[in-house]
């Protein structure tokens, strides 16, 4: 009996986002789902790369020890190429990637190896029953491990998303490495948070006893989407099955892996084959206005005889509709602009300072696209390193207590860093940080 891996993938970019962070692959002997972070700050680059270089570890080493090894080396060349991303485009600081993998070990005995960095999750469906392979390395885990939280809390905790372990250039990612036996008929799932932040484990359970693979697969996507998630979701699945053939299907790349745009922005980095559409490609239709014919210019050119002292005014007047229609599309666009404008948050830094803006960074000619908010007494020097790069590189908010909640989360990072010095990237000085209150000029 020969077993091996058949696999199926899905990306969504999800509810909310206007790009897909997410890269999922699916080889004949590897599973991997990174979810990247950083918004402008090009997640999508952080998790593409991620998946350029584990693609790379496929097919697998000849024992055990040897492919442990050559998973937490594909860490580290990803954290170096992340980094050499960063120094040749300063404007990408604080992106980073969230990396989970599982690899196919062999038949002697069955198993796999699985690696963990981040939130991103691995899952074992074996006998109607769902086992977490992987352990977040998120904020609410670690309280959930001191016994401050219940899982059940943790799942509505407003900092579940916080990340205390991740792949960003700056920072060592120790990944998590273990071993498992594998069955025939075992079912592994690998997702981003996505699918399992949003997606309890009971309907996670049912979706995976789905006897067909793909069908699973895009019930998961569909189950996340429906729960309202605002993040993208990447689902991968592999089945074992006993297949004696020497045929290995090809490995599929989804998300922003296999975007061409993406690729094209990482030229020092092979990719497998398989790509996919941009998903933000297609036909510009420019409208146009048919021209005049002869005929009708000899037809007005008879009227402007017949009417000489009409000419003029008529000439006149369409010249000032069209200063009057331009006025009011510059007029309409400038309002429109300011309303949008006046809906966005971000948070970045001023005088030093962590500061909530209104608007976007930026200007329109002499026009300011942004004012201060609310103006916080959180220096950004007390924060730890990964957290300042994202101060420095601005974060998005959706809503003024959306902007509130990460000066929140900024706020207890910082105060992590007092309580633990030795906490990796806290500046060397710690000073007591005080997120609130904020004053609004």
Known sequence: MTLRLRSSARSDIGLVRSGNEDSGYAGPDLLVVADGMGGHAAGELASAAAISTMSGVEPGASNEADTLERLADAVVTTSERIADVVSAHPQFAGMGTTLTALAWLGNTPPRVAVLHV???????????????????????????????????????????????????????AEPDLSVREAHLGDRFLVCSDGLCGYVDDATLGTLLALPDQIAAVTAMVDAALEAGAPDN??????????DESTN????????????????????????????????????????????L???????L?????????????????????????????????VGLTNLWANNQYYIAANDGYVTIFRGVPGTLGPIHLS????????????????E?????????????????????????????CVSVPSTPGCPSTSVNPTPLPVSTP
């Open 118 to 172: 981040g939130d991103s999750r691995a899952y074992l469906w074996r006998d109607g029953e769902l086992t977490q392979l992987t352990r977040d390395h998120t904020y609410v885990q670690s309280l959930i491990d001191t016994g401050e939280l219940t899982p059940e809390e943790a799942a509505h905790h407003p900092r579940r998303n916080l990340l205390m372990r991740a792949i960003d250039g700056v920072h060592h």
């Open 233 to 242: 979701v990447t689902v991968v699945i592999a089945d074992v099955i006993n």
């Open 248 to 291: 290995q299907a090809a490995p599929v790349v989804v998300g922003a892996a296999g975007e061409p745009r993406n690729r094209a922005r990482l030229p020092g980095m092979a990719f497998p084959a398989d790509e996919q559409p941009d998903p933000r490609a297609g036909v510009v239709k420019v409208n146009s206005q048919p021209e």
């Open 293 to 299: 014919s002869a005929s009708d210019i000899s037809a």
């Open 301 to 333: 050119a008879a009227v402007y005889e017949e009417e000489d002292r009409r000419r003029n005014r008529h000439r006149l007047l369409r010249i000032g509709a069209v200063v009057i229609l331009f006025a009011a599309v510059i007029g309409t666009l």
């Open 371 to 386: 004012a201060v908010e609310q103006q916080t007494t959180l220096a950004v020097s007390s924060l730890p390193d990964f």
């Open 388 to 416: 300042a790069m994202q101060v420095s590189a601005t974060i998005n908010a959706e809503s003024l207590p959306a902007a509130q909640q990460v000066v929140q989360r900024l706020g207890e990072r910082a105060q992590q």
